[in-house]
């Protein structure tokens, strides 16, 4: 069955950056429509990046500039790469795959951001 791992969480100081990763299995990933979303303590699941199969990308504002979605199509597997961390990026980041109507989700990785 479909399953979306996540890796590359940890704690970072303020200004600092990190790497998630998101490696797929079970599906088509080529065709997936693959993006990131974080939820916060206390906030409801937010929308970070999200990457197109034929790779398109779009950002949350606030994340342009400082965040960047890739994928590797060979590997099954999408990247986010986080540059010049805030306290407020702090949360839990969650691997999504959507295709159609069908949506797959990891089971997150904790970003801490110290400041």
């Known amino acids: 069955q479909a399953q979306l791992v996540e890796s590359g969480g940890g704690l970072v100081q303020a200004g600092g950056s990190l790497r998630l990763s998101c490696a797929a299995s079970?599906?088509?990933?080529?065709?997936?429509?693959m993006a990131w979303y974080r939820q916060a303590p206390g906030k409801q699941r937010e929308l970070v990046a999200r990457i197109r199969s034929g790779g398109y990308t779009d950002y949350v504002d606030s994340m342009k500039g400082r965040f960047t979605i890739s994928r590797d199509n060979a590997k099954k597997t999408v990247y986010l790469q986080m540059n010049s961390l805030k306290p407020e990026d702090t949360a839990v980041y969650y691997c999504?795959?959507?295709?159609?109507?069908?949506?797959?989700w990891g089971k997150g990785t904790l970003v801490t951001v110290s400041s």
């Open positions: 999504n795959g959507r295709l159609s109507d069908t949506n797959y």
């Open positions: 079970g599906i088509i990933f080529s065709i997936y429509d």
